[in-house]
């Protein structure tokens, strides 16, 4: 309100983020610095090892696809390698709240990697992560980035794009989309549970809703986890069907694959619950037991 004349000037911090970035992408057309792809990082740890520290001038690029603004994630980040139909998503953890104000959905930055490390927050749980240290009281996890090494290691484009889920069969989810946002579709939440809240009162810090989706003569199911914390925590499930958007990661002990939240305004539901396929839909085109047969069942192209 003090400027009459409707000229303003750039925040200077944004300025000095901009020419930090320049100078990453200088070095790294310069040959100083190498850009490796966030499958390539991943690959340089191995579950449940001592965290690897980067000696090299390595730089990995991504776009930011999850938020805190809703309190469904804390003190991390997701970024994978290309914002749509990506190959692969790793987890920063930084010493940052609100960071959806810097870090923003579709946000392209740059991350030199070059003194932090590559491990699991939590031990053996299989999700690979970008830190700042080693825990002091246990060397087989990492610590977060903290406040002071963000401007030094994590680098901010001017660039934010559009984020399209990948679509995503649920018995189709591997490793190798922890980190990525999918969409589920034909899916639904189950029965039982529709009208209950997101989080379970009860419980102190997540609570899993199992989802459904029909593929084929049958369903497929995967537990979506929501935070005690999350501002959403008290919405009730819907329930229609149709498609749920959302990160793939993995519940604290690492055993299941579950489903992470920005938003519940990625589950539009609206539609009718989809039915699995029944059988008199299918026509027999061929039926061979053991009645007429010694056993060597031979049939071409079978």
């Known amino acids: 309100s003090c400027v009459k004349n409707n000229e303003f000037e750039v925040l ?11 100078e990453v992408l200088d070095a790294i057309t310069t040959g100083e610095a190498e850009l490796q792809t966030i499958s390539q990082i991943k690959k340089l740890y191995t579950s449940g090892e001592p965290p690897l520290q980067i000696v090299s001038n390595i730089v990995v690029k991504g776009y ?3 938020s805190d603004r809703q309190g469904n994630f804390f003190k991390e980040i997701y970024i994978q390698n290309e914002p749509e139909n990506p190959s ?4 920063i953890i930084l010493n940052l709240t609100n960071s959806y104000n810097t870090y923003n959905i579709g946000r392209e930055v740059y991350i030199g990697l070059q003194d932090l490390y590559i491990g699991e927050s939590n031990s053996e749980d299989g999700i690979i992560a970008i830190g700042g240290a080693i825990k002091t009281d246990d ?10 090494q963000i401007e030094s290691y994590i680098f901010r484009s ?18 190798t ?7 589920i579709n034909d899916c639904a939440f189950e029965a039982n549970i529709i009208g209950n809240p997101y989080v379970n009162p009860n419980d102190d810090f997540d609570t899993q809703r199992e989802i459904i989706a029909c ?13 005690s914390f999350a501002l959403f925590s ?13 990160i793939v990661t993995k519940d604290f002990r690492g055993d299941v694959f579950v489903l992470a939240l920005n938003t519940t305004e990625d589950v539009v539901l609206n539609s009718t619950r989809c039915e699995p396929i029944k059988n008199e839909n299918f026509s027999v085109i061929l039926k061979e037991d053991f009645e007429g047969t010694s056993g060597n069942i031979e049939i071409v192209n079978w």
């Open 234 to 246: 008290n919405e009730l499930l819907p329930g229609g069907g149709g498609a749920i958007n959302a």
């Open 64 to 66: 930011v696809v999850s």
């Open 139 to 148: 060397h087989l996890e990492i610590e977060a980035i903290t406040s002071n």
């Open 12 to 22: 200077s911090t944004a300025n000095e983020s901009n020419l930090a970035l320049n």
């Open 215 to 227: 593929q084929g003569l049958g369903f497929f199911s995967m537990p979506l986890e929501s935070s």
């Open 88 to 91: 692969a998503g790793i987890k």
């Open 158 to 175: 001017e660039k934010t794009f559009t984020i399209v889920p990948k679509e995503v069969a649920i018995n189709g989810i591997d490793e």
């Open 177 to 183: 989309y922890i980190g990525v946002f999918i969409t």
